[in-house]
């Protein structure tokens, strides 16, 4: 996390899902976390007060003590985020959680819920929601047992190298040596039988059990999916096997070239690497495995890298969220916790801004996500053609650019130039339309992001934003300090009515 998102996340205040410790005090960090497990998931940060002040750990810590006590107090075990952030010169802690998917979790025999800004003990009503949903959970697909697996189906040195990892990672409580023991711990073996999610992770021929874990890796040797393929694979192997093919196929793709027809040159440029392989394992994580025709498909084109599988975003998150710090809720809990032993989660609901920022770091077109008939899209694209103006190169580089279907840059249109007379310039409603193209797909940004992104002078954004503000298209949020600028809620609803129409 930047140091400017703490500050932006602090300023937001305490709420169901964020939560402020000013001190450094284990019980009341996993008192607060389990509260957060019961609820929604979200954010604690540690060294901040109640009003919100960013004051710093004073005391000595280490991470991997905070981590051990964490996983061996809070029942049941749940992948836990922990991780430094330094802000002028002070040390915080921020730890990141998931919903629970068993609940209700507990520390020193008590059950906490998160209600609004304050943690609290949970009454009898709410543990009975809690135990209801733990009931529902057990049903879910990834603990339905499969009838025929046996012992000898699986990959016992993939679970050993799992154990090992995990505990050289610090992130497991389970310390023995015993396979079977660990599989139940983790609910992949119950009641003498092994789950969906077990084959998915660790059978030696999954695809025997379950066909749709197998993965389509295609590649074309120009956009036209008609002509004749330069690759085209079934790959098998459980999740960890099938991510090591794709990471070394990512790895020799080498430099890519396309050529420009306007330009009348050609461009030679790389997909970054973590990047591809970010996207990569959230789609194994994510993807839907409950049906027996899903599919998750990686196509190669030469000025695209496309990875598209059976599934769908959570009810309550839309694709503009995954440009930004959001709540992260796996499809498949009990997969994603084995995926987090071995830390290729780094920072819960931070993968797809990592991917992001190593496209941008690369010099490459923001990648764009899309949702319809249950499947999710990750799109990677080449670099861009530049138009030879400066400026509009800038805002055509912006994240606008790419993730806004053409109804929607109608709607932005109509309304820039209902909001502003005839006498503002063309250049001028263009970088307006920019600008509100950019507060809709990131929700919200500031004057320096704006002067950094079409740089202009500070002054000449400020009457940008005051044309907005005029029009009534833009409200301020936040103190002085720290402004920030969003589309008014009527205009954003618009917004988002027009694009899931079209």
Known sequence: MENSNLKNLVQKGENDTLAFLEDLDLNQIAITLSSLLNHKGGNLIVGVTDSGKLKGISNQYNLSDIKSFLINTIIPESPIEVFEELFNGNSFLIFKVWEGTRQPY????????????????????????????????????ERQASLGFEWEDLDHKGIQSVMN????????????????????????????????????????????????????????????????????????GNLFVIREKLEKFVSGMGTKSIFSHEEWRRFDFQYPEKALQEGIINALIHRDYSRFNSHLTISIYPDSFVIANSGNLPEDMKVSDLKKNHR???????????????????KLGRGTVKIIEECKASGLREPKWTNKSNEVVLTFYGPVANTGNES?????????????NDAVDDAVNDA???????AVNDAVKTRLKHTVKLMYTENSVTLKDLVSRFNSSRATIQRDLLLLNAGNLITRIGSDKYREYTLNDALKKQFDAVRNNN
């Open 416 to 422: 820039v130039n209902d909001a502003v007379n005839d």
């Open 392 to 404: 509009e190169d800038r805002a055509n580089n912006s994240k606008d650019a790419y993730v806004i």
């Open 165 to 236: 990892d995990a505990k050289v990672n610090n992130r497991s409580s389970y310390q023995g040596e015993d396979e079977l023991e660990f599989l139940s711990h983790y609910g992949l073996f119950n009641n003498g039988s092994f789950s969906n999610a077990c084959i998915v992770l660790f059978s030696k021929n999954p695809g025997q059990f379950l066909p749709q874990t197998r993965v389509r890796l295609t590649e074309y040797p120009s956009n036209k999916t008609g002509d004749s393929l330069v690759r085209d694979e079934l790959l098998e």
């Open 106 to 141: 507990i520390f020193n025999g008590d059950i906490y819920y998160r209600k609004g800004k304050y943690t609290s003990k949970a009454d009898s009503k709410e543990l009975s929601a809690l135990i209801h949903d733990r009931q529902k959970s057990e049903l879910h697909w």
């Open 328 to 346: 992260s809720f796996p499809a498949n809990p009990d997969i994603a916790q084995i995926v987090f032993l071995l830390g290729y989660i780094d």
